[in-house]
């Protein structure tokens, strides 16, 4: 089935992309991890060359809890504020990524709330 982006070409589509990533805008795409590939939320946390991002995860690994340093870099977001989430989660905020351009052609998933974003600074 034809989405409305197919009407569009690719340099206008990445245009369009580019204007909505703005910092603090949470983004849903597929993300090449070393098990291979899922869905995640990312949260935008910079933009200008790249987009750097922290993901988003529904839990904190039992690793990241039981280091102090890393645990406090969790930042919790919840379900009230941002309603397509399924469940209450955390910004990673411990580890910076960037994903590919192509990858950031996907769709946005909304905005992170000011005191979340507060928060992870």
């Known amino acids: 089935m034809a989405?409305?982006?197919?009407?569009?070409?690719?340099?206008?589509?990445?245009?369009?992309?580019?204007r909505q990533l703005q910092p603090g805008v949470i983004i849903y795409l597929e993300v090449a991890f070393p098990q291979g590939r899922r869905p995640k939320y990312l949260v935008v946390a910079h933009v200008e060359r790249e987009c750097c991002t922290f993901v988003v995860n529904s839990q904190i690994h039992p690793f990241i809890e039981a280091h102090p340093a890393l645990a406090v870099c969790q930042v919790k977001i919840d379900t009230v504020r941002q309603p397509y989430l399924r469940r209450d989660s955390y910004i990673?905020?411990?580890?910076?990524?960037?994903?590919?351009?192509?990858?950031?052609?996907?769709?946005?998933?909304?905005?992170?709330?000011?005191d979340q974003r507060q928060s992870a600074r």
């Not at 590919?100 to 998933?109: F, I, L, S």
């Open 3 to 18: 989405t409305l982006g197919d009407a569009f070409s690719d340099d206008e589509r990445r245009k369009s992309v580019a």
């Open 92 to 114: 990673a905020c411990h580890q910076v990524s960037a994903p590919a351009d192509r990858e950031c052609d996907q769709r946005t998933g909304g905005r992170s709330e000011p």
